[in-house]
T-cell receptor
Framework: GAGVSQTPSNKVTEKGKYVELRCDPI?????LYWYRQSLGQGPEFLIY????????DSGLPNDRFFAVRPEGSVSTLKIQRTERGDSAVYLC???????????FGPGTRLTVL | AQSVTQLGSHVSVSEGALVLLRCNYS??????LFWYVQYPNQGLQLLLK??????LVKGINGFEAEFKKSETSFHLTKPSAHMSDAAEYFC??????????FGAGTRLTVKP
């Protein structure tokens, strides 16, 4: 499996619950990105990691959203007190380093009831 | 701030016909420009990108795009559509390849 993988592929939760979405980047890729794609829209940038640190988190919509990458590989996007408006496909991408081509995973479809 | 406008949320062409998907961008600095394709239930795949140099960029699957600074455009073309080209296409702009802004997408349908 050489590509970016994301788990789960689908997540259904209730309003107010906490969810975690996982991204496994391509081995050796130091840069990792999270995007959100709402129905009928293009991907919207959320956050970018270079190594373990968040180099740019300007796209996170509010403080309910948080992401970590503690060992510079796997990343987890965490959403607290989910709202129906959070329903979307969450995409992860990785690249060899910044300024290189981003490779996208298949996404996690989050549905908040 | 950068942004992208894709003209036409849906484009339909006949097999063998020219494909033209329009993209206009806004950027305060020289942009990096990208086209991605998304097939159903698959991740985004890079078709081509412009960073610097030659303004006509060739990508995979016979697609190409031309960066026109005077028109702030980066339209995607393919001389002859194939049934397998049916997908969603996204144009994106970045000022440093880290923070990409995507357009809303254009769904391409290819009729037999």
């Amino acid at each position: 499996g050489a590509g970016v993988s994301q788990t789960p592929s689908n997540k259904v939760t209730e309003k107010g619950k906490y969810v975690e979405l996982r991204c496994d980047p391509i081995s050796g890729h130091t840069a990792l990105y999270w995007y959100r794609q709402s129905l009928g829209q293009g991907p919207e940038f959320l956050i970018y990691f270079q190594g373990t640190g968040a180099a740019d988190d300007s796209g996170l919509p509010n403080d309910r959203f948080f992401a970590v990458r503690p060992e510079g590989s796997v990343s987890t996007l965490k959403i607290q007190r989910t709202e129906r408006g959070d329903s979307a496909v969450y995409l992860c991408a990785s690249s060899l380093s910044s300024h290189n081509e981003q490779f996208f995973g298949p996404g996690t479809r989050l549905t908040v009831l | 701030a950068q942004s992208v406008t894709q003209l036409g949320s849906h484009v339909s062409v006949s097999e063998g016909a020219l494909v033209l998907l329009r993209c206009n961008y806004s950027s305060s600095v020289p942009p990096y420009l990208f086209w991605y394709v998304q097939y159903p239930n698959q991740g985004l795949q890079l078709l081509l990108k412009y960073t610097t140099g030659a303004t006509l960029v060739k990508g995979i699957n016979g697609f190409e795009a031309e960066f026109k600074k005077s028109e702030t455009s980066f339209h995607l073309t393919k001389p002859s559509a194939h049934m397998s080209d049916a997908a969603e296409y996204f144009c994106a702009v970045s000022n440093n390849n880290n923070d990409m802004r995507f357009g809303a997408g254009t769904r391409l349908t290819v009729k037999p």
